[in-house]
T-cell receptor
Framework: AQSVTQLDSHVSVSEGTPVLLRCNYS??????LFWYVQHPNKGLQLLLK??????LVKGINGFEAEFKKSETSFHLTKPSAHMSDAAEYFC???????????FGAGTRLAVHP | DGGITQSPKYLFRKEGQNVTLSCEQN?????MYWYRQDPGQGLRLIYY???????QKGDIAEGYSVSREKKESFPLTVTSAQKNPTAFYLC????????????????FGAGSRLTVL
């Protein structure tokens, strides 16, 4: 069975400092992994995806994530936070079929001046 | 620009009433989905449709119904049988095909917030 765990429900950082949002997954198959971002009362937007190519994936707005099979992790990072990064972030695992997407519970990122 | 349009953005319902949420896409995507979002629970799949005139139940289909008469449209009806309908509802779509082709990458609408009075 597939599952995804976002290890922090809330993360707070200061503007200009690094961001780390943690995600662990469980999958019986070779998974596809995604990070989506959601701003308040909006839909979700794809940040990046991993589909068994390079393990370091670069996404939009300076975000990147590294697939680590040995640790079953897919953490999202950004070197320097911006106020506009304040949003909720979802880690998603897909294994086997496009309707089999499993969403994590989300991590709310707050960015302080 | 291509995208997904959900309406209404906000909807209030009295207990015992059915309501229908609209979802229209102009992306020429074959697959469409409805998700429910509650605080701290991520997204849960209600229904999905891979082709016109066909749809399947997701993880929490009870109290909901859908139709797929046109490729572009996938309306969701929240019936009076849904005991806790207050939530944020998200419609999404994707292409058909393998994961390498991007078929499991979802494009989302802006959502509809339903409140039961």
């Amino acid at each position: 069975a597939q599952s995804v765990t976002q290890l922090d429900s809330h993360v707070s950082v200061s503007e200009g400092t690094p961001v780390l949002l943690r995600c662990n997954y469980s999958s019986s198959y070779s998974p596809s992994l995604f990070w989506y971002v959601q701003h308040p009362n909006k839909g979700l937007q794809l940040l990046l995806k991993y589909t068994s190519a390079a393990t370091l994936v670069k996404g939009i707005n300076g975000f990147e994530a590294e697939f680590k099979k040995s640790e079953t992790s897919f953490h999202l990072t950004k070197p320097s936070a911006h106020m506009s990064d304040a949003a909720e972030y979802f880690c998603v695992v897909s294994a086997g079929g496009y309707n089999k997407l499993i969403f994590g519970a989300g991590t709310r990122l707050a960015v302080h001046p | 620009d291509g995208g997904i349009t959900q309406s209404p953005k906000y909807l209030f319902r009295k207990e015992g009433q059915n309501v229908t949420l609209s979802c229209e896409q102009n992306l020429n995507h074959d697959a469409m989905y409805w998700y429910r979002q509650d605080p701290g629970q991520g997204l849960r799949l209600i229904y999905y449709s891979q082709i016109v005139n066909d749809f399947q139940k997701g993880d929490i289909a009870e109290g909901y119904s859908v139709s797929r008469e046109k490729k572009e449209s996938f309306p969701l009806t929240v019936t009076s049988a849904q005991k806790n309908p207050t939530a944020f509802y998200l419609c999404a779509s994707s292409r058909q095909g393998s994961s390498n082709s991007g078929a499991n990458v979802l494009t989302f609408g802006a959502g509809s917030r339903l409140t039961v009075l």
